[in-house]
């Protein structure tokens, strides 16, 4: 166990170092103007040569990676060149983290409390009108883009409901639309997958011998099915929780989130290449994180997974 | 039956006419009648065609979407159209049409600088569809192209895994926010940014696929008659994995829509002089405050609603139909 945990980690630094280095290369390709700020306007095509040369932007490419490496280990991730200015983009992201965090708990809380029992119930019901409905459901929410029902949520239901339609710290009310909103494909996706494990698991031939012994229906479901089901659930509930800690941008920027999410299009958009790469940084090291979580709870649950035999493609 | 009734009438004829020399000649090989034996009524096409067809729900949305491409391309050609890019003039108080509710003269209203909505969601729907038809037709191709290798060579497995493994990790909305960040905008950033992404989901599904067929035993048999692998890929696997290809396109086609309404969110999408469902919703979204100009957020959105959720459906129609399984 302990072995595979070391060879998976090793791997996943690597591959995080490779990420890391690629994104670096590619954010090399983009305009000057990332680095120059609201000062580009002030300054000379001459002087613009000096201040990037002076960041070291002039170097080889081979050279700044190696800076920013040296730096990255030192706790440095380069400092925000337009969104504010002159602060650690570590800071930034600090920051900005906590709002993420609270609202991604608390989502990934609220859908499992609602999507695997919901996807319970369709398995229990298939072909009723509970599972009608279900399905119904999950197919908008994965069908329609978020965008479309994150607007009308904010539209009507803030209106119907009376709830206020941006966030606001201090106003305890103002949390229940963007969770709620966060919830929602969450909640589709683990309904589904509890839906059809479940329904596999129904199939199965030691069921039947189950119901033929006189196992009472509520026996089968609890510790054969549910238990069997939640196995191909348990892989990917680590990078799920991990992923809606990164926020979500439409939500939070729709909000008005103080969140990571909202961060990453703000510094697009103002273009401060140090925050973005910052942010992916972050992004994909939980994403990496996630899977090896996920993986490690998946030997954990499942008994008959031996580690380390055969890494195959997920 | 019908091969032996030659045998039986000349066994009868041989008690009457005890033998003769008809007996004696050599039995000829009948191909036809050798084939019949083997032929059964199955077509794998046709069972799933009925199948498809059981579904009444998919079958009207497929007409459905079927009208509804027609109708993106005939609309600019019916009586009484308007641009979808020209600025529109009151004639009375010499003023632009802005916002001006939906009426006769305009379908589904005006935005806000005086542009014909209806004309503008029928371009936009035109332009979501071709970025969604493009996506999903070249992720095919990579896609198809990568998991066949992957999938077939065994010598190519592994370093593919490993680069998948890097490539997966990565997440999706920063290597679509990143090229389109990069290259400029347009309709060919916008294809390219979401190719890059798609394909790689595209490429393990189809890999997974040919994992389970390549060791079948006709591709086994085709292999050891010397067969070139390039041959086995298009004519044994192929045909196999039509189904599942047109399946995972059906599906990435609304995902290629809403893809491009959240890169036009995000300010990477298209100009604003080009309509595409997602700019249409942007528009929208920014009137979103005063509920009279709802009506500029809420047509584009049902649109976009009704053309994401036919697909889905038609797709997953489609994957039940051509499973095997569920064939009489």
Not at chain 1, 8 to 37: A, C, H, K, N, W
Not at chain 2, 68 to 90: A, E, G
Not at chain 2, 201 to 210: D, K, P, V, Y
């Amino acid at each position: 166990m302990i072995k595979y945990i070391a060879k998976r980690l090793g791997q996943s630094i690597l591959t995080l170092f490779i990420i890391v280095t690629i994104v670096f290369s590619l954010l090399r390709l983009m305009p000057d103007e990332g680095y120059l700020g609201a000062a580009a306007e002030k300054m000379s095509l001459e002087q613009q040569e000096v201040y990037l040369t002076n960041l070291g932007l002039r170097d080889p490419l081979l050279i700044q990676l190696k800076n920013f490496y040296i730096g990255l280990f030192q706790g440095d991730l380069g400092k925000s060149v337009t969104y504010r200015t002159d602060v650690p983009v570590l800071d930034i992201i600090q920051d900005k983290m906590m709002y993420s965090i609270v609202f991604g708990l608390g989502a990934v809380a609220l859908s499992l409390l609602v999507g695997v029992p919901l996807g319970i119930f369709m398995a229990q019901f298939k072909g009723r009108w509970l599972d009608r409905l279900g399905t119904g459901y999950i197919v908008f929410v994965v069908a329609v883009p978020a965008m479309v029902y994150f607007l009308m949520i904010q539209m009507y239901i803030s209106d119907w409901f009376n709830l206020p339609m941006l966030f606001d710290e201090y106003n305890p009310k103002s949390f229940i639309l963007p969770l709620f909103c966060l919830a929602l494909g969450p909640i589709a996706s683990y309904a589904m997958w509890m839906r059809r494990y479940m329904v596999d698991e129904l199939n199965k031939d030691y069921i039947k011998l189950a119901r033929a012994k006189g196992v009472t229906e509520r026996t089968i479901m609890f510790s054969h099915v549910m238990r069997n089901a939640f196995i191909p659930m348990a892989q990917y509930l680590p990078a799920t929780i991990l992923f809606t800690i990164t926020g979500s941008i439409y939500i939070e920027s729709l909000f008005s989130i103080p969140g990571m999410g909202g961060l990453l299009v703000d510094a697009i958009q103002r273009q401060d290449n140090n925050v973005v790469q910052g942010l992916v940084l972050v992004f994909s090291s939980l994403g990496i994180i996630g899977l090896i979580l996920g993986d490690i709870l998946m030997a954990i649950v499942d008994p008959r997974i031996k580690l380390g035999k055969g890494d195959s493609v997920r | 039956m019908g091969l032996f009734t030659k045998e039986i009438q000349n066994i009868s004829e041989k008690s009457n006419n005890q033998l003769n020399d008809h007996l004696f000649e050599f039995a000829t090989v009948d191909d036809a009648k050798a084939e019949e034996t083997a032929y059964s009524n199955y077509s794998y096409w046709r069972s799933t065609f009925r199948s498809f067809r059981k579904n009444k729900i998919a079958v009207f949305l497929l007409i459905f979407v079927i009208g509804l491409i027609l109708f993106t391309f005939i609309q600019p050609y019916l009586p009484d159209q308007k641009s979808p890019t020209q600025i529109y003039i009151n004639a009375e108080t010499g003023m632009q049409d802005r916002n001006v509710a939906p009426n006769d003269e305009y379908i589904f209203g005006t935005n806000s600088i005086g542009q014909d909505l209806w004309s503008r969601i029928w371009e936009g729907t035109r332009t979501s569809l071709f970025i969604g038809f493009a996506v999903a037709i070249i992720e095919v191709i990579i896609g198809f192209s990568v998991g066949a290798l992957w999938g077939y060579s065994r010598k190519l497995e592994m370093p593919i895994t490993q680069l998948y493994n890097i490539v997966d990790n990565i997440p999706t909305t920063i290597v679509l926010i990143l090229m389109a960040y990069i290259l400029r905008p347009g309709i060919s950033t916008i294809i390219i940014a979401m190719c890059i992404t798609g394909w790689v989901e595209m490429a393990r599904f189809l890999r997974n696929q040919i994992v389970i067929l390549r060791d079948r035993e006709y591709n086994l048999a085709s292999k050891t008659l010397g067969t070139p692998g390039y041959k086995i890929i298009i004519k044994n696997l192929l045909p196999y994995l039509i189904s599942v290809i047109m399946l995972r396109m059906s599906l990435a086609v609304p995902a290629a829509i809403g893809a491009e309404v959240f890169l036009t969110y995000i300010g990477l999408g298209l100009p604003v002089s080009e309509p595409s469902l997602g700019n249409l919703i942007n528009e929208g979204r920014v009137l979103m405050m005063s509920p009279d100009l709802r009506y500029q957020l809420i047509f584009p959105s049902i649109v976009l609603s009704v053309i994401t959720i036919a697909f889905y459906i038609i797709g997953n129609a489609f994957a039940d139909a051509a499973d095997p399984k569920n064939h009489v």
